[in-house]
Every structure is written in C-alpha cells, then in structure tokens.
C-alpha cells in the first residue's frame, strides 16, 4: 500500500511517499528548484516538483499510489490538478505524526509549537500550540494555545512563532530567518529584557498571551531601531533585542514543557514545529531533566509535515494502528 503525504504550508513544500508503514522517499520542493523555502514558486507550485520526485524514485505512478494525504494549511496549488480524492488532516496533527511516528516510540508527551497553524472552524482562531500524547499509533491532543488573527496587522494572538517573528523582523532581518536572531543573541545583554517580557507570557494551564495591543507595541520597536546611529550602536541594539528575545522564548518553552509533563506524567517527549528549530532552546530542554528521552525529528518544521501526512495515513486513516 502506497501513501502520498504533501507537506508545506505557504512555504517549506515536500512530498513524503510510504509504502506499508515505510518511508521509501521524502524530499522537499526546494532541494529540486532550489529556491529557498520554496518562496515565490506560486503557480509553478501544479508541477509537483517533489510528488513526481518520490514517484520516479520509487517506479511508480499516480495512479498506483492509494491515498493521498495533506495539512489543510498548505497551499492548495500543489494538489488541485491532482486528479485523485486528498484527504486533509489538521496542521499541528502532521506536525505531532512526523515526530511520534518517526521516533519509534511506544508512548510519548507531544508538542507542538510555531506560528500558526489550522483554523479552528468553532472559534475561528488559530493554533499555535497543541500538546498531547502518542500512545502505540494513536495521538490524541489534550489542548491548544490559539488565537485570533487580526487583519490589521496579519498577525495570530498568543503565538510563540509570531513573537519571535516580530523580534527577527524589528531587527531587520528577512522571512523566514529567525536563525539569525538566535545566532545574535549571544552577543546581546539584558538591557530589553523586562521590556519585551511585558508582551508576552504564560498564564498557567499551557497558556501562552500576546494579544493584539501587545503585537502592536512590539511593532512599535521598529522606531526605536531606525532612530539608533551608528553601526556599533545598531548592532549593540539589535542583539539586546535578540537576547531578550531568546532568552523569553526559553522560558516560555520551559513553562509549556513543565505543564505537559505534569499533564500527561510520560517520561518521553516528542517535539515538532517551527519553534523546535530553535536548537538553542532544545539543549536548555535537554539540559533541565525534565524527560528521559526527547525526540525531534530533523525535518521538524512544515516541511515534515509531509511525513506526518503520510504516516498518519497510513496509520490511522487506513485502521493500521495494531
């Protein structure tokens, strides 16, 4: 049995192909275009750069493969000329599936934690984080941070992704490079510590806020950043605001890890998301103790959510979960 899993959102698109629970190819659409991300792909997304990929390299065509499975966030250029049935799971569930399923274990905490991910049709807000367990091949989310997604400025409530976002954009770095505000931080001080704590913070129960008038003075920053002279003092600044950045990120993972450890009382731990690629932040998970055995897989932002489309497939829209 063939499983196609497609993997992305509006950047990070990959195609994942399983056969009987196995992983035979995964390969992301930038790897093959070799733009970065995959950004401004936009129509040329119908190609199917990584589906026809996984297909070639395994001998097979469409018409062989028996279902096929996709986060409802991606962009739905890459499979509306598809002339097969899709079937579409939620965002943070691929997330949970590429990591659980991946990392061979029989029971785990899960955690997911990024930007923003599937729109609750019941609230109309959108998840940022979702914790819960894997127990043999079932996962189950015991809850959600989630949060309304203003127009006004395009950004999603109570998201740990969108802050650190926010920060990597006041400095002025570009999309999709929150590496480079880790990479700055060592070099900064406490000096915004206090002042960007007052944005952002957890309120018990694996909880996160950051609501639209603390999105709006954070933007605020940006002034502060134009009216600093001088290349020494600019870069003074911008990693004091990296460093408090990062160092409020670590904190707020470490309050969410707690939480899900004393919900769920499991030993392991499996992480995926945008925020997990925070390696920084993992060694301070890692260092504190708080689980035996912590698993992230290497492909733990949107891009693996193509693995976790198609072994959540496998697993549990096909009854494999013996």
């Given at each position: 049995?063939?499983?196609?899993?497609?993997?992305?959102?509006?950047?990070?698109?990959?195609?994942?192909?399983?056969?009987?629970g196995e992983i035979r190819c995964m390969i992301e659409d930038e790897r093959i275009t070799r733009k970065k991300n995959g950004k401004g792909l936009g129509l040329q997304l119908a190609k199917g750069f990584s589906l026809n990929y996984c297909l070639k390299a395994e001998g097979i065509d469409i018409d062989q493969v028996d279902m096929i499975v996709a986060?409802?966030?991606?962009?739905?250029?890459?499979?509306?000329?598809?002339?097969?049935?899709?079937?579409?799971?939620?965002?943070?569930?691929?997330?949970?599936?590429?990591?659980?399923?991946v990392s061979q274990m029989n029971e785990a905490a899960i955690l997911v934690l990024d930007a923003v991910g599937s729109k609750n049709l019941q609230n109309n807000k959108y998840e940022s984080g979702s914790y819960g367990v894997g127990t043999g091949k079932e996962i189950r989310f015991l809850g959600k941070v989630e949060g309304y997604n203003y127009p006004e400025t395009d950004y999603v409530e109570n998201s740990l992704g969108i802050f650190y976002s926010i920060i990597t954009e006041i400095i002025g770095f570009g999309e999709h490079q929150e590496g480079k505000t880790m990479g700055l931080a060592p070099y900064g001080t406490s000096k915004y510590y206090h002042l960007i704590k007052r944005y952002i913070r957890y309120t018990g129960k694996g909880q996160i806020e950051m609501k639209m008038e603390d999105i709006k003075a954070l933007l605020e920053l940006k002034k502060m950043v134009a009216e600093v002279k001088g290349e020494e003092k600019q870069f003074e600044l911008k990693a004091d605001l990296a460093w408090a950045a990062q160092t409020i990120l670590e904190e707020l993972i470490m309050d969410m890890c707690r939480y899900v450890k004393v919900e769920t009382k499991m030993d392991n731990i499996c992480l995926a998301g945008g925020i997990?690629?925070?390696?920084?932040?993992?060694?301070?998970?890692?260092?504190?103790?708080?689980?035996?055995?912590?698993?992230?897989?290497?492909?733990?932002?949107?891009?693996?959510?193509?693995?976790?489309?198609?072994?959540?497939?496998?697993?549990?829209?096909?009854?494999?979960?013996?």
């Open positions: 049995m063939y499983i196609l899993g497609l993997g992305g959102s509006n950047h990070d698109f990959s195609a994942c192909l399983v056969k009987d986060n409802d966030i991606i962009n739905k250029v890459m499979y509306k000329r598809l002339n097969k049935k899709v079937e579409m799971m939620n965002h943070h569930l691929a997330h949970a599936a590429s990591s659980y399923y997990v690629l925070n390696s920084v932040a993992n060694y301070k998970l890692y260092k504190e103790k708080l689980f035996k055995n912590i698993f992230i897989p290497p492909a733990c932002g949107d891009n693996g959510t193509s693995i976790g489309s198609a072994l959540y497939g496998y697993h549990c829209l096909q009854g494999n979960i013996g």
